[in-house]
């Protein structure tokens, strides 16, 4: 098949929403969001790489935790996930909400309208770029080898991706928590079936995983 386009894991509550409003460094995902109550399916998994403990659940919402990073070569993020700060970088020290050991370990492709240079932490390299989709799209998809491309987030930029045309699978996650206002990926997953097939899957956890694929 090629190398694919993929966004994997994204949550979203039961209303569409994945990010709240005022987001900033304190708030990553916005003042009406708790990120551990929306990700709860992950973090109890025996998959989740931030366990410190032994155990966690086993089943299908281990497998997509494990199932992370299987043969992804290179990630897309938009800028809001890479960090809060809008307009040009104006503090070049500060490096990503993602600490000294990211969880990426492949090249990051940071979507922005402003340059900034490229750096590395641990095995994860941020590069800055500009440009159509199609175009950031076939630099990562050079970076990574022949393996997939991951397309991390945020809403917006999954948004702007499948506008083009360019995502081949999406697994998307939904919390049943309502949330009301924020950026919503869509107001129900049937709006993605006329351009891709659909499944549905329901977890003991109480989320339900939707995984679209196409020909």
Do not use: C
């Not at 973090?43 to 931030?50: E, I, K, M």
């Not at 922005?112 to 095995?123: E, G, I, N, Q, V």
């Amino acid at each position: 098949m090629g190398q694919l386009l993929k966004v994997q894991n994204f949550t979203i509550s039961s209303d569409g929403i994945a990010a709240g409003e005022n987001q900033s460094l304190e708030n990553p995902f916005g003042t009406d969001i708790d990120p551990q109550k929306l990700f709860t399916w992950a973090g109890a998994t025996a998959s989740w790489p931030n366990r410190t403990d032994p155990g966690g659940s086993r089943g299908l919402d281990d497998y997509f935790t494990r199932d992370f990073s299987r043969n992804i070569g290179a990630e897309i993020m938009g800028r809001n996930k890479f960090g809060p700060q809008r307009g040009p970088w104006e503090d070049h020290e500060w490096q990503g909400w993602w600490g000294d050991e990211p969880p990426f370990h492949t090249p990051v492709f940071v979507l922005t309208h402003h340059p900034r240079p490229s750096f590395t932490l641990s095995d994860t390299t941020f590069h800055f770029v500009g440009g159509e989709p199609a175009e950031v799209l076939e630099r990562a998809k050079e970076a990574a080898q022949g393996k997939d491309v991951r397309l991390g987030g945020g809403v917006t930029t999954i948004r702007e991706f499948l506008e083009a045309g360019l995502v081949d699978t999406l697994h998307v996650v939904v919390n049943p928590v309502k949330i009301g206002e924020g950026l919503r990926l869509w107001d129900a997953p049937e709006d993605l079936e006329d351009r891709y097939h659909h499944e549905a899957v329901p977890s003991a956890s109480g989320v339900t995983h939707h995984i679209f694929w196409r020909d």
